[in-house]
């Protein structure tokens, strides 16, 4: 089973988040990602890695392989409708393989647990006094 993410309030609106040996920072205000960022890079990064395991499992360089992605808003709020992941591939790219490294991103883990989103279930504890 993984492993707990514990989150702690160092001050002002920064966030961390301590999971398997790695502080993960956040900041709403700050210099440091915002939360949401996080979640929009967790997207696109998984995607890169099913579409970069693709090419190196088929010898396809990745030097100039790129993932770009936009999010597109709801009109008239900040809430995103639509992300758009544009797969830019390297000059010379087998053309057979187009449609399935679009395949491959569509299978990417956190791709899959957005098409079907797991139930989050909020509790509360009371810290024992120290």
Known sequence: ????MEVTFPGGERVEARYNGHTII????GPE????????ASIA???GLYVARFCQRRSIPIDKL???QRP?????TKTVERIE????LPDGF????RSAVVRSANLCTVKKHLDNPPVIDVTTTVATPT
């Open 1 to 4: 089973s993984p492993m707990a």
């Open 26 to 29: 956040t900041d709403q205000d």
């Open 33 to 40: 990602p915002a939360p949401f960022d996080l979640f929009l």
């Open 45 to 47: 990064t998984c995607a």
């Open 66 to 68: 790129r993932v770009v």
């Open 72 to 76: 597109v808003l709801k009109p008239g």
């Open 85 to 88: 992941l544009e797969i830019e």
């Open 94 to 97: 087998p053309e057979q393989y």
